[in-house]
């Protein structure tokens, strides 16, 4: 293109021709499997998940809206179905250690099994155990094991009622324990009588007494030990016949886990500990059941109190898996610390807190092991500790149940201690660019963990192939969400909005969120059509609603500047003021409104003063911009004589912070406009940046800008010569609206880009670059010369 022409009519908008599209409308397409110019990612996305090395897990970048969740979701369950279901995972109590439970590893569908097994176990010792003990074979061997103690104990007492009897003396039983009475004709005579007995016949009485107290004291001195014997017998025999009831119950389940060696080894340690506590199985489970829990906390768990039996045996299953249920893929949308890698809950009883292995619950962690996990990245580094228990389980490969309280010491109670589960599965976070290369840089164990990025990119080329793809994405959201199809004009106009979306001709935005709510709201006025199908003028009307909903800003500030309130000229012309135009952005809106640019020049040290920066509200690339510009003046005007001016630039009535260098070639003429004293047309508007040898450079939301000017002069009437001037560079950006093509095809409104700051000089201000410079270099050699005066003039004085 020609510098310094007005930009073609064909340039200032490409549209998309329906003619391309050989469909009636969307629903003679055929579904979409395949993601639109996103190959880097998928195929990111593709290694990533198929690299089975410890620390490839990924993290999925790139702008919202472009499909990455869908995408992700979609490719993931699609993988998994087609692999085999990892293992369940249960907890069990540790009769050893309770503190420590014990974590069992079972294929898919067998933890289920097991639970009903050993709850059907527990049920059965319940029958089987009381039955055995209410046997008569029970009751004879136990009745003969306390006859014989009680043989023993009655032939003892005889032996020492028979010695007694020898010395003259009875033995009598009383619930204080053994007393002595002399005997009289084999009985045993009154107290009254024993007192009237002769002195002597008493001494000798008591002295047999004593010594039958000694041998009655050693007999019974014997008697614990005889009882402890008995009682050993007994319980021996209980254990011998809970082992009969119980044991047969276990045998079967030993043969059916007998290719789990760690599942054998609990059932057997089971088996030992229903010996040991058969008393837990002679009360039926109804009967056992403690009272009612005090009320708990909120934060406790409330739930049904079982038998000790039921719950001590029970298996508290965690991770359920079905056989053929293929791999997990768990989305966690609320990633706290107990969310991740789980935790103990405790019950409210009595005024105490209680737990066990029954009230262990997994975390997200535990569900995905063995598959896949999908994290959001700003959602889990806002929950406080859940970063740090990722990277902790990733980096031990194990999950492990710890409170965070008791991690942090802010717990001191006893609490449980589970034995961690192994720990294998892909972790995919997904989040912006920006959390990406901040956790890169400031997470020194970050890119340990998460080796692959899958970076989405936020636009696509846009040809014949991808425009088809597109419609085909259309048609297959519109089937999926029962909208109306979308005809060939409907797709079409689609597309152009994606290309100004974004802001490239020949780009299309991949952010097809956008896309699809303006295809969401066009079908509700289709319908209300009733059209039976989505055409470009739905498409239109559904963007212009958009834009009218969000626009209660945009038409203040127009109001005010045609109101005169902000003062913007659109005619005439001024020397030292330009044109200026910016871009705002109101949540997901954004528009562009004119802004003037003063410039005053005046002799002086040489400096350029930036009002905006002087008053703290110019950001660093403002900044950038006017420096830049002092750089262009002095090489240009100041080669072999001072810079001998004071120079102030300011955008007018800007009362909020100003960044960015797009106007720094609009400042740049407005100062070069008041050093020549040219005027400058105020019909026109300029936008770009310029760099230290005068070329103009490209801006962004260049169709915004136009429009902005655009609009405010068709509020005031075109006169015919009204325009925008753009950087040259910026012409594969333009996808203006139509009313704007309108225009400037009937030669109302003007559109120029230019390469070097001198076109835009001739633009606006009708003389060459070479008249412009001669009269800059005038001005400020007479600046030079007026301040060498100055200072000679300074020095007579002083001398």
Request: contains cysteine; glycine residues 8%; proline residues 5%.
């Amino acid at each position: 293109m020609a510098s310094g022409t007005a930009v073609p009519l064909e340039r200032l908008r490409t549209p998309c021709d329906p003619a391309q599209f050989k469909f009636k409308n969307t629903n003679d397409l055929e579904d979409l499997t395949e993601m639109v110019g996103q190959t880097r990612a998928i195929e990111a996305v593709e290694f990533g998940i198929g690299m089975d090395q410890r620390g490839y897990n990924l993290f999925v970048l790139g702008p919202p809206g472009t499909g990455r969740h869908s995408f992700v979701k979609r490719y993931l369950t699609a993988r998994a179905a087609e692999r085999d279901a990892p293992s369940d995972w249960c907890y069990v109590n540790n009769f050893d250690k309770p503190r420590e439970p014990l974590a069992l590893e079972l294929p898919a569908g067998m933890g289920r099994r097991l639970c009903r097994d050993l709850d059907r176990l527990v049920d059965e010792a319940y029958t089987a155990i009381p039955t055995a003990f209410e046997s008569e074979d029970y009751r004879a061997r136990r009745q003969a094991i306390e006859q014989e103690f009680g043989t023993e104990q009655a032939k003892r007492f005889q032996e020492i009622q028979k010695r007694a009897s020898e010395r003259g003396i009875a033995v009598i039983r009383t619930p204080q324990g053994v007393a002595f009475s002399p005997l009289r004709e084999g009985r045993p005579m009154p107290p009254e009588e024993v007192q009237n007995l002769p002195e002597d016949v008493k001494e000798q009485l008591a002295k047999a007494s004593s010594e039958l107290g000694e041998e009655v004291a050693e007999a019974m001195s014997a008697m614990p030990t005889l009882v402890r014997e008995v009682r050993e017998r007994i319980h021996e025999l209980d254990r011998q016949v809970a082992m009969l009831a119980g044991g047969s119950l276990i045998d079967e389940l030993l043969s059916r886990y007998a290719d789990l060696p760690k599942v054998v080894s609990y059932l057997q340690s089971v088996q030992s500990d229903i010996i040991d506590n058969f008393v837990l199985f002679l009360l039926p489970p109804e009967a056992q059941a403690k009272p009612g829990a005090d009320q708990p906390h909120q934060l406790l768990i409330q739930q049904p109190k079982e038998a000790p039996a039921k719950r001590r045996y029970c298996v508290n299953l965690i991770v359920d898996r079905k056989e053929n249920g293929g791999q997990p893929v768990v989305i966690e949308d609320h990633p706290n610390y107990p969310n991740l890698v789980g935790g103990v809950e405790y019950l409210a009883h009595m005024g105490a807190l209680e737990t066990d292995f029954s009230l262990i619950h997994a975390g997200a962690l535990h569900r995905a092991n063995g598959g896949y996990f999908v994290l959001d990245a700003v959602k889990v580094l806002s929950e406080p500790y859940a970063w740090q228990g990722l990277k902790q389980a990733l980096r031990a490969g194990e999950i492990r149940i710890e409170s965070l309280s008791r991690s942090l010491g802010m717990m001191p109670t006893a609490s449980l201690e589970p034995e961690p589960i192994p720990l294998k599965l892909k972790v995919v976070l997904i989040g912006d660019r920006y959390t990406y290369y901040q956790l890169q840089a400031l997470d020194p164990e970050f890119m340990e963990h998460f080796k692959v990025a899958a970076d989405f990119d936020d636009r696509m080329t846009r040809d014949g192939a991808n425009n088809m793809l597109f419609a085909q994405l259309l048609g297959t959201i519109a089937r999926q969400e029962e909208l109306l199809p979308l005809d060939p004009t409907g797709v079409a106009r689609l597309i152009e909005e994606s290309a100004r979306h974004a802001e490239h001709a020949s780009k299309l935005s991949a952010q097809v969120r956008r896309a699809a709510d303006i295809m969401r709201e066009a079908n509700f006025w289709a319908e209300k059509d009733a059209d039976g199908k989505v055409d470009g003028d739905d498409i239109q009307r559904a963007i212009d609603k958009r834009v009218y909903r969000a626009s209660r800003i945009k038409e203040r500030m127009h109001e005010a500047i045609l109101d005169d309130s902000i003062l913007i000229d659109s005619s005439g012309e001024v020397v030292g003021q330009v044109n200026g135009l910016a871009v705002m952005q109101v949540g997901g809106f954004a528009f562009a409104r004119p802004s003037r640019i003063t410039a005053r020049a005046a002799m002086g040290g040489g400096k350029v003063i930036d009002i905006e920066r002087e008053t703290d509200l110019g950001g660093p690339l403002h900044s950038k911009g006017v420096l830049i510009i002092s750089g262009y003046l002095a090489s240009r005007y100041a080669v072999d004589l001072p810079l001998a001016l004071s120079a102030t630039i300011v955008m007018e009535q800007s009362y909020a912070g100003v960044d960015g260098d797009s106007a720094s070639a609009v400042e740049l003429i407005a100062l070069l406009s008041a050093l020549a004293k040219v005027p400058v047309k105020q019909s026109l508007a300029m936008t770009g940046s310029i760099n230290q040898r005068g070329q103009i450079q490209a801006i962004g939301g260049v169709n915004h800008k136009i429009e902005g000017f655009f609009d405010i002069c068709r509020e005031r009437e075109f006169t015919g010569g009204q325009g925008v001037i753009i950087p040259a560079s910026n012409v594969q950006n333009l996808m203006l609206r139509q009313d704007v093509v309108d225009a400037v095809a009937a030669g109302t409104f003007h559109v120029h880009a230019v390469e070097h700051i001198g076109e835009a000089l001739e633009l606006l201000t009708g003389l060459s670059e070479d008249e412009v410079d001669s009269r800059v270099h005038q001005r400020v050699r007479t600046f030079a010369e007026k301040r060498r005066d100055f200072a000679k003039d300074k020095e007579s004085d002083e001398a």
